[in-house]
């Protein structure tokens, strides 16, 4: 099970921390990745990371802004978000890859394992 925190109501310019933690299975040895849905729109890939937290791959739109890390013994997933913007606005989801030890990817389908989600709200 993964579940999600850290999300809330933040005006443009602000920073957030999610967090995503892990139980009843160890996902130190999944990629593991942060997804986001506005109302109406597909879901869309933010960030991911390595199963060793060595390789991070960011979406255009979050490069430079989002920092993706892991912490294995804390089975949980972080991701800093600064300089938010109103675009930024929506569901956060983060998820597991299927197969262990596998890569860093975007593609949704990819992902097995999902957590419930956190909203994020920027506000102009």
């Known amino acids: 099970q993964l579940v999600e925190s850290g999300g809330g109501l933040v005006q443009a310019g602000g920073s957030l921390r999610l967090s995503c933690a892990a139980s009843?299975?160890?996902?130190?040895?999944?990629?593991m990745g942060w997804f986001r849905q506005a109302p109406g729109q597909a879901r869309e890939f933010v960030a991911g990371i390595s199963w060793s937290g060595s390789a991070t791959s960011y979406g255009d739109s979050v490069k430079g802004r989002f920092t993706l890390s892991r912490d294995n013994v804390k089975n949980t997933l972080y991701l800093q978000m600064n300089s938010l913007k109103p675009e930024d606005t929506a569901v956060y989801y983060c998820a597991a890859k299927a197969t262990p030890l596998d890569s860093v990817s975007r593609y949704v389908s990819l992902y097995k394992f999902w957590g419930q989600g956190t909203q994020v709200t920027v506000s102009s």
């Open positions: 009843g299975r160890s996902m130190s040895t999944y990629a």
